[in-house]
């Protein structure tokens, strides 16, 4: 053997496991995803869509003519229905992208074994997870979309500052999406499922959507500001009230830091899973 030869083969150990870990071809599991979904489970989707604007017109429209004007944590004067649109606009993108990432991927997990089938291809696991993951993200980013349009028409926007916030829900649904995928790939049970729910809940009714973290004593305070819908919420309400200010690049750093660990985890979690 020639010492070309030798350093040909030195370096095939080297480029498998890169090959094994990602072929550049995410967008097929996101198509194959949004097929599905567009044949399936439109109307899922549909009401994912209304739920929000229920909430907005229920609370912010109904119960705002009680309330009259919030005051903000920054002291800016609002309408109550400006104050919890955009928390609303945050909480659609959240719920569009964990469901889709969550439950649909234990489904497919778990029953319809539909990774393992993948992953006997040239797909590497990364490929799986971003293309899962990009889906999620489309489907958070309809419902952002469509919420930030209902905004519009009520004038609930304030600001032209309000246009960047379809980028900002965007993250906070790649946020959301990455992670939760990631956690999900360690649950074996429909009942260790019902823990994401459990999460949830609190973490909608707590992250300043309904009103300001100012009523909180200080150490619930600390807690709620770690929590990533207060981030998400924080960011997009500045954005749309025209309350913007450079600490919001530290939720944009938050999302990118949570994005990174959720692909970390989700692409190890699916090679030990389906390839080791």
Same mark, same amino acid.
């Given at each position: 053997?020639?010492?070309?030869?030798?350093?040909?083969?030195?370096?095939?150990?080297?480029?498998?496991?890169?090959?094994?870990?990602?072929?550049?071809?995410?967008?097929?599991?996101?198509?194959?995803?949004?097929?599905?979904?567009?044949?399936?489970?439109?109307?899922?989707? #549909?009401?994912?869509?209304?739920?929000?604007?229920?909430? @907005?017109?229920?609370?912010?429209?109904?119960?705002?003519?009680?309330?009259?004007? #919030?005051?903000?944590?920054?002291?800016?004067?609002?309408?109550?229905?400006?104050?919890?649109?955009?928390?609303?606009?945050?909480?659609?993108?959240?719920?569009?992208?964990?469901?889709?990432?969550?439950?649909? #991927?234990?489904?497919? &997990?778990?029953?319809?074994?539909?990774?393992?089938?993948?992953?006997?291809?040239?797909?590497?696991?990364?490929?799986?997870?971003?293309?899962?993951?990009?889906?999620?993200?489309?489907?958070?980013?309809?419902?952002?979309?469509?919420?930030?349009?209902?905004?519009?028409? @009520?004038?609930?926007?304030?600001?032209?500052?309000?246009?960047?916030?379809? =980028?900002?829900?965007?993250?906070?649904?790649?946020?959301?999406?990455?992670?939760? /995928?990631?956690?999900?790939?360690?649950?074996?049970?429909?009942?260790? &499922?019902?823990?994401?729910?459990?999460? /949830?809940? =609190?973490?909608? @009714?707590?992250?300043?959507?309904?009103?300001?973290?100012? #009523?909180?004593?200080?150490?619930?305070?600390?807690?709620?500001?770690? /929590? =990533?819908?207060?981030?998400?919420?924080?960011?997009?309400?500045?954005?749309?009230?025209?309350?913007?200010?450079?600490? /919001?690049?530290?939720?944009?750093?938050?999302?990118?830091?949570?994005?990174?660990?959720?692909?970390?985890?989700?692409?190890?979690?699916?090679?030990?899973?389906? @390839?080791?």
């Amino acid at each position: 053997m020639t010492s070309t030869d030798s350093d040909l083969v030195a370096t095939v150990p080297r480029l498998r496991p890169m090959r094994s870990l990602y072929a550049g071809n995410a967008s097929s599991v996101m198509q194959r995803g949004w097929f599905a979904t567009r044949s399936t489970n439109w109307l899922v989707i #549909v009401s994912g869509f209304f739920e929000p604007i229920f909430y @907005l017109l229920s609370l912010g429209i109904g119960l705002g003519k009680l309330v009259g004007d #919030v005051t903000t944590s920054s002291g800016q004067s609002i309408p109550y229905a400006a104050f919890i649109a955009p928390a609303l606009l945050a909480t659609a993108a959240m719920n569009g992208a964990v469901y889709d990432s969550t439950w649909n #991927v234990f489904f497919k &997990m778990h029953f319809a074994k539909l990774y393992e089938g993948m992953l006997s291809t040239s797909l590497g696991p990364l490929d799986v997870a971003l293309g899962e993951i990009l889906l999620a993200l489309l489907r958070g980013a309809l419902y952002a979309v469509g919420f930030m349009l209902v905004m519009q028409v @009520l004038g609930l926007n304030l600001s032209w500052w309000a246009i960047l916030a379809l =980028p900002a829900v965007l993250l906070i649904a790649f946020g959301f999406a990455s992670f939760g /995928m990631g956690i999900t790939s360690y649950m074996k049970t429909f009942q260790q &499922m019902d823990w994401i729910n459990f999460v /949830m809940l =609190p973490m909608f @009714l707590l992250s300043a959507t309904f009103y300001p973290i100012t #009523v909180y004593p200080d150490w619930i305070q600390v807690i709620i500001r770690a /929590m =990533p819908l207060w981030q998400g919420v924080d960011l997009v309400r500045g954005l749309t009230t025209g309350d913007v200010h450079p600490a /919001m690049l530290l939720h944009v750093l938050y999302f990118a830091v949570m994005i990174a660990i959720g692909l970390v985890i989700t692409t190890r979690r699916l090679r030990a899973l389906f @390839l080791d």
